[in-house]
T-cell receptor, first 111, second 114 residues
Framework: AQRVTQPEKLLSVFKGAPVELKCNYS??????LFWYVQYSRQRLQLLLR??SRESIKGFTADLNKGETSFHLKKPFAQEEDSAMYYC?????????????FGTGTRLKVLA | DGGITQSPKYLFRKEGQNVTLSCEQN?????MYWYRQDPGQGLRLIYY???????QKGDIAEGYSVSREKKESFPLTVTSAQKNPTAFYLC?????????????FGSGTRLTVV
């Protein structure tokens, strides 16, 4: 079965504390994973993709095929990081690409 | 500036009424998608289209219909058969270099049944 699991609906941390948003996936093919972020009153936008090991706004995510995980991490949370975060798995069936999204994690960074 | 425009931003529907949500893009993307966003359920795929005049059902297509007569436009009709239509609806398009750019999303339409 193709599935993306984000176990935490809400994650509250204090400013300056480390953050880890969990994402686990189930997929028989070669996984292509993304993190999207939705700030208040803004549209959903791409944050990170697994193919490029980059740091965006201080966030990083490593694909761990052994643990089937793609957790999002930031060493020091900022108040402006408060948003809804979605993990997405890109799947291909009969030549068609589709995303499977997790249920999302709302991150609240407290002052 | 290229992007996706969804209209209206807010839409109210009476019981038994069909309504159509607009999605227009000027990005020249072939593939377009409609998602429904509900609290605690993430984004669920309603319909998608890989090319003009072709579209496929997603995971929750019942009670919805679409058309793709032009590359730029992918309207979604919420019919009276949709039992629980109150939700936030997102339209997206996929660029050829999807692994680099990801999908582009519209700003959404919030539909409420009154």
């Amino acid at each position: 079965a193709q599935r993306v699991t984000q176990p935490e609906k809400l994650l509250s941390v204090f400013k300056g504390a480390p953050v880890e948003l969990k994402c686990n996936y189930s997929y028989s093919g070669s996984p292509e994973l993304f993190w999207y972020v939705q700030y208040s009153r803004q549209r959903l936008q791409l944050l990170l993709r697994h193919i490029s090991r980059e740091s965006i706004k201080g966030f990083t995510a490593d694909l761990n095929k052994g643990e089937t995980s793609f957790h999002l991490k930031k060493p020091f949370a900022q108040e402006e990081d408060s948003a809804m975060y979605y993990c997405a798995l890109s799947t291909i069936t009969s030549g068609t690409y589709k995303y499977i999204f997790g249920t999302g994690t709302r991150l609240k960074v407290l002052a | 500036d290229g992007g996706i425009t969804q209209s209206p931003k807010y839409l109210f529907r009476k019981e038994g009424q069909n309504v159509t949500l607009s999605c227009e893009q000027n990005l020249n993307h072939d593939a377009m998608y409609w998602y429904r966003q509900d609290p605690g359920q993430g984004l669920r795929l309603i319909y998608y289209s890989q090319i003009v005049n072709d579209f496929q059902k997603g995971d929750i297509a019942e009670g919805y219909s679409v058309s793709r007569e032009k590359k730029e436009s992918f309207p979604l009709t919420v019919t009276s058969a949709q039992k629980n239509p109150t939700a936030f609806y997102l339209c997206a398009s996929r660029p050829p270099d999807r692994l680099i750019k990801g999908y582009t999303f519209g700003s959404g339409t919030r539909l409420t049944v009154v």
